[in-house]
């Protein structure tokens, strides 16, 4: 691996143009997809310098997530706190961002999570990620932690840190427009935190120009601790390909293929309907259905759903749809506005499915102008809306029970008093009052409140539980107790499988049968493999769930890449990264003890609706797992580690 | 013959204009069901809930909290008091 460096601060790293040449042409001769380049940031030492791709790791571990797993695994000790300069976070865009095949535009954050103190990440789509390859880098990894705020600015190859003390304390909105009046160029990307993050709010996020989130797992705090306020960048470079013909056939295909009289109607509904109401379409049927959580997840039926699902947005708020860049397929963003009343001035990026849940049937809120408001408050100050939501339905049980009274709250805060949760909301991003407990999360507020209320505290290894019921799901209900990054309805989503979004090219064409084990735990590891191998690959999930066939997916990376590359052996390489990301937990002191669910959805099940009564049967789900994936105790194997390539990391997996 | 009370969301609600409604089915079964509605709400509530060739179903269709996918399908048979609901596919988030 070559190194080039270039010291002392604030003075830009640059390429010559003939050695950027030199290093863009060998790179392509060896794969396309990939720039070739990685940017070191130690903000300490306020260093920059780059080095080449790891060949080896991208092969095993292709790219995006997958690669800055392999870095993560190597650069964090098990006793690093994630909010100690010791931690490093990583920017990643894989080898098909920014290519033009549809729907690959997904950057992904990880670091040390200072919400499960296990391996975190989270993923964003929109332009930040394109932009970063195109001035010339594949990932930043940041390591160290500045002395005063800074700013990271890169564009097409030259790199530099910036002071970013003006910026300190702006809102999400306010620092991206600041960074791109100075710049004169509204092109540049801007990816930063906001004041939740600068709080350490345990569960803020990173946000862009666009309103794009990366929103779980507190990426953006661990960025507040490295006093890094933001990343701009702008690039002009062109992305190498290895077969650019042959790719920009496949894309084409792609394109015609998903809304073709032939596609299955699951596909051709999907694409449609997510842009015609966006994710909270769905909220109305999963209600109705009986997997829409209610009341910190104590009742299964919420009879004003309609209220908050997304035709009614649709027909209220909406002011415009939007897509990623070189999406073409579905316009999945909402831009909403509200002209009058209480919540007027809200003008934004508008709330999907979790946020119109977790600010909503959780809270037992039926107002639909609040949760955009709620939505607005949380982009603005960048935190994660699933977080946030759950922390208040927390708060309002412990009210309810008396663990927390108003005099504790400076203000009421009952079910469904939509002032109050947009209220509390602010608290929580600003660190005020008792935001300041709130904004530690379910988990650690309810350590500091008693045992009372740890047994409502809904999160799985400390992240809060997505929007989802498990008890209706239950390809969820392992899922959720089984994901590296907590309680994550992402990574992989295998619900889809029961929801119909069929996967036949892996042998999953029909739809599995709720309340029965068969097939479950075969469908939530394949899927956890699946979401493991685009993630990194840099795919949207709506693009890829049920809508564009993996092998063309395939055949694109192929083409993109140089090589031949089948959708198996794309999935091994998925299930390679995920077992690499849980020998990082492993690693971080992650036992199988923390592979389980809150009492509440083990032991207390829902009264109404369609799964009224039932609770899934975790313990044979988890033990038919473990043996699925080759595990012992939770562990890795020696003999899998093996399998997949993974000798190398095997040490830390065994006692 | 089979009086069943049907829930609507999405479309499919726009289109017959109301959230639930009773039902007269003078073929007990889901088919029947879409049929009687289509007659009463034109062709365009058919196309909302089946594909053009009439055997895909556009819509998830539950009968009495269980999906029809898991019964007979569009074969379920109604019986006097069932409720059926045509909801809009999950699209997931």
């Known amino acids: 691996m070559s190194k080039h460096i270039f010291s002392a601060v604030r003075k830009p790293y640059r390429f010559t143009s003939t050695q950027a040449g030199v290093e863009l042409h060998s790179m392509r001769a060896h794969y396309g997809g990939h720039v070739g380049r990685t940017l070191r940031v130690d903000l300490t030492r306020e260093r920059v310098w780059a080095e080449d791709l790891d060949s080896e790791a991208i092969r095993k571990y292709i790219g995006g997530a997958g690669y800055a797993a392999r870095l993560l695994y190597s650069a964090v000790e098990a006793n690093t706190d994630p909010f100690s300069p010791r931690n490093v976070i990583v920017f990643a865009a894989g080898p098909m961002v920014g290519t033009g095949f549809p729907?690959?535009?997904?950057?992904?954050?990880?670091?040390?999570?200072?919400?499960?103190?296990?391996?975190?990440?989270?993923?964003?789509?929109?332009?930040?990620?394109?932009?970063?390859?195109?001035?010339?880098?594949d990932n930043i990894v940041t390591t160290g932690s500045a002395a005063s705020p800074l700013m990271l600015c890169i564009k097409d190859g030259l790199a530099e840190l910036h002071d970013g003390k003006r910026l300190w304390g702006k809102d999400t909105v306010a620092t991206a427009k600041a960074i791109q009046d100075e710049w004169s160029d509204s092109r540049v990307r801007v990816a930063c935190i906001g004041p939740a993050g600068e709080q350490l709010v345990r569960f803020a996020s990173i946000v862009t120009d666009e309103e794009r989130v990366c929103g779980r797992a507190g990426m953006g705090a661990v960025m507040g601790s490295k006093n890094l306020k933001a990343i701009a960048v702008r690039g002009t470079e062109k992305i190498p390909l290895a077969d650019a013909k042959?790719?920009?056939?496949?894309?084409?295909?792609?394109?015609?293929?998903?809304?073709?009289?032939?596609?299955?109607?699951?596909?051709?509904?999907r694409v449609e309907g997510l842009t015609a109401d966006g994710t909270a379409r769905s909220l109305e049927s999963l209600e109705k259905m009986g997997g829409l959580p209610v009341r910190n997840w104590r009742q299964g039926a919420f009879p004003d759903a309609i209220k908050i699902t997304g035709s009614t947005l649709s027909k209220t708020i909406l002011k415009g749809r939007g897509m990623c860049p070189q999406c073409g397929i579905i316009a999945c963003w909402r831009h909403?506005?509200?002209?009058?009343?209480?919540?007027?001035?809200?003008?934004?990026?508008?709330?999907?499915?979790?946020?119109c849940a977790s600010f909503g049937s959780l809270c037992l809120n039926s107002n639909l102008e609040s949760i955009a408001k709620a939505n607005e408050i949380c982009n603005r100050l960048g935190m994660d809306t699933i977080s946030t939501?759950?922390?208040?339905?927390f708060a309002m049980e412990c009210c309810e029970k008396g663990i927390l009274m108003e005099d504790d709250l400076g203000m009421s805060l009952s079910w469904g008093d939509d002032e109050a949760i947009v209220r509390m909301t602010e608290m929580i991003g600003r660190r005020e009052g008792v935001g300041r407990l709130l904004g530690e999360g379910v988990r650690f507020a309810a350590e500091r409140l008693g045992e009372e209320a740890e047994r409502f505290a809904m999160h799985v290894k400390g992240m809060e539980i997505p929007m989802h019921d498990p008890r209706r799901w239950w390809t969820m209900s392992l899922a959720y107790a089984t994901s590296n990054r907590g309680a994550c309805h992402l990574q992989g989503i295998p619900a889809y499988l029961e929801w119909g979004l069929l996967q036949p090219e892996f042998g999953f064409d029909t739809k599995l049968q709720p309340f029965n084990k068969e097939r479950m735990v075969e469908a939530t590891k394949f899927h956890q493999d699946f979401s493991a191998a685009f993630t990194a690959m840099g795919h949207c999930q709506f693009t890829i769930g049920g809508v564009i066939p993996f092998m063309m997916v395939a055949d694109a990376y192929s083409a993109a890449t140089g090589g031949t590359v089948?959708?198996?052996?794309?999935?091994?390489?998925?299930?390679?990264?995920?077992?690499?990301?849980?020998?990082?937990?492993?690693?971080m002191g992650g036992t199988s003890a923390e592979d389980t669910l809150p009492q509440r959805f083990l032991e207390e099940p829902v009264q109404e609706g369609a799964a009224a009564g039932k609770v899934p049967p975790l313990s044979d789900l988890l033990r038919e797992y473990y043996a699925r994936r080759g595990w012992e105790d939770g562990k890795p194997s020696r003999s899998k580690l093996i399998e997949l390539e993974m000798g190398d990391i095997g040490v830390d997996s065994f006692d | 013959m089979a009086k069943v009370r049907v829930g609507l969301a999405g479309n499919v609600r726009e289109i017959v204009g109301q959230k639930e409604i009773e039902v007269c089915v003078e073929n007990p079964t889901i088919f029947g069901l879409i049929e009687a509605m289509t007659n009463t709400y034109g062709e365009k509530f058919r196309l909302a809930i089946l594909?053009?060739?009439?055997?895909?179903?556009r819509v998830i269709v539950v009968k009495n909290d269980q999906e029809i996918d898991f019964l007979q399908g569009l074969g379920t048979?109604?019986?006097?008091?069932?409720?059926?609901?045509?909801?809009?596919?999950?699209?997931?988030g």
């Open chain 1, 389 to 393: 939501g759950a922390t208040i339905a």
């Open chain 1, 246 to 269: 042959a790719f920009a056939s496949i894309c084409e295909q792609v394109r015609h293929a998903v809304r073709s009289p032939t596609a299955p109607t699951y596909t051709r509904d």
């Open chain 2, 51 to 57: 594909d053009a060739s009439a055997k895909e179903l």
């Open chain 1, 336 to 355: 909403v506005g509200i002209d009058s009343g209480r919540y007027a001035s809200v003008k934004g990026h508008g709330p999907e499915y979790e946020t």
């Open chain 1, 103 to 137: 729907g690959a535009t997904k950057w992904t954050v990880c670091a040390k999570s200072p919400l499960t103190y296990l391996w975190g990440e989270s993923s964003a789509s929109g332009s930040f990620g394109v932009e970063l390859k195109q001035a010339g880098f």
């Open chain 2, 77 to 92: 048979p109604l019986r006097d008091g069932d409720r059926v609901m045509f909801l809009p596919p999950v699209a997931g």
């Open chain 1, 566 to 587: 089948d959708h198996w052996e794309l999935l091994k390489r998925g299930e390679r990264i995920w077992n690499l990301k849980r020998a990082f937990n492993i690693k």
